[in-house]
């Protein structure tokens, strides 16, 4: 093979390689091209519509038509409502052939949720939203879709119970009223009180005014179990004893003994009127306070509790309130 049969062979080669090389950089660059605009189409979907509290929000609650804006479904941080009406999953949320977005809930439980939410844009901290309040045989599935939809720590719906009243106390205590009033000694000393009720399952709602918290130093407010045989006058630390020391310190008391939680500090005063919430289901305490604050002890399941006031102080004095 002489010189130029050569040259030829050699050119060939490098024309080929040269081929298969674009080749390669034509296909990686379709594959780059292809992935960018995969991510573009990305970004632009997971893009954060604008949106404005004052947006008019239409719902289909299985087939209920309603109308609500959206900053009264984004009220309550970290929710469910609050995260779907935020704006960035606007173009995800499930519409109806009218547009409206669809819920398949049981529209009577989440018009009671609703309207909770318009009353609380209106409330203030004397004047807090009511909770609501459902039959006792809707209230497993009502606080399912509280629990599915976030709201448990904002909404507990309660079963009033308007026949409390104190029966169990220490010596140094009298009852008034029929037991509606309890008031510690003259002398002064821890002393106990116990409800008359004892209360397994559904949720219960507990209103007690503070007639006589004069230095507003110490009094418990709680539950303990509903068998209880009271051991000495220190209710607040007897095993199975669940609640608050309001006042100055602002305790809080777990199973009989204290934790290191002072969050209630200074916050309630004398004539104020406190709210027990007891959820046997959910196993939970709740106490509100006219602050519109809301305070929550995870609570044994299943148990039966009982009312549990313990007075450290001379002449103090609550009083059960009936609605």
């Known amino acids: 093979m002489n010189c130029a049969d ?36 990305e970004k632009q979907r997971m893009k954060v519509i604008v949106v404005t509290d004052n947006d008019i929000i239409h719902l289909n609650v299985s087939g209920h038509k309603l109308t609500t804006k959206r900053s009264t479904l984004c009220q309550v941080e970290n929710s469910l409502l ?24 049981n529209p009577q439980y989440f018009v009671i949720i609703l309207d909770y939410l318009r009353a609380k844009k209106v409330a203030t901290t004397e004047n807090p939203a009511p909770l609501p309040i459902v039959p006792e045989d809707d209230a497993k599935n009502f606080n399912n879709l509280l629990e599915y939809l976030g709201l448990s720590d904002e909404i507990v719906p309660a079963e009033i119970v308007p026949s ?51 230095n507003n130093d110490w009094m418990f407010v709680g539950v303990t179990k509903g068998d209880v ?23 809080v008391w777990k199973d009989g ?12 005063k004398q004539n104020d009127t406190v709210e027990l919430v ?12 006219p602050t519109g604050q809301r305070f929550h002890i995870e609570i044994p399941k299943p148990q039966s509790w009982r009312l549990n006031v313990n007075f450290a102080y001379r002449n103090d004095k609550i009083h059960i309130i009936d609605e």
Not at 21 to 29: K, L, Q, S, T, V
Not at 278 to 289: F, N, R, V
């Open 6 to 41: 050569l040259l030829a062979k050699f050119d060939d080669l490098v024309k080929r390689f040269r081929n298969e090389f674009n080749d390669i950089i034509e296909g990686e660059r379709a594959k780059m091209k292809a992935e960018l605009d995969a991510y573009n189409a």
């Open 82 to 105: 609050a995260s779907m009406f935020s704006g960035r999953w606007e173009d995800s949320l499930e519409r109806d052939q009218d547009g409206a977005v669809f819920f398949d809930f």
């Open 164 to 214: 409390e009243k104190f029966n169990r106390h220490s010596s140094g205590v009298t009852l008034e009223e029929g037991g509606k009033i309890a008031v510690n000694g003259p002398n002064g000393g821890h002393s106990y009180v116990l409800g008359g009720n004892i209360y397994q399952q559904r949720i219960v709602r507990l209103k007690m005014k503070l007639e006589s918290f004069q």
């Open 229 to 251: 045989v009271p051991p000495n006058n220190l209710s607040y630390k007897w095993p199975g004893s669940y609640g608050w020391g309001l006042g100055r310190d602002g305790q």
């Open 257 to 268: 003994s204290r934790t290191n939680d002072h969050a209630l500090k200074n916050v309630t």
């Open 278 to 289: 007891l959820d046997c289901d959910a196993a939970k305490l709740s106490l509100h306070l």
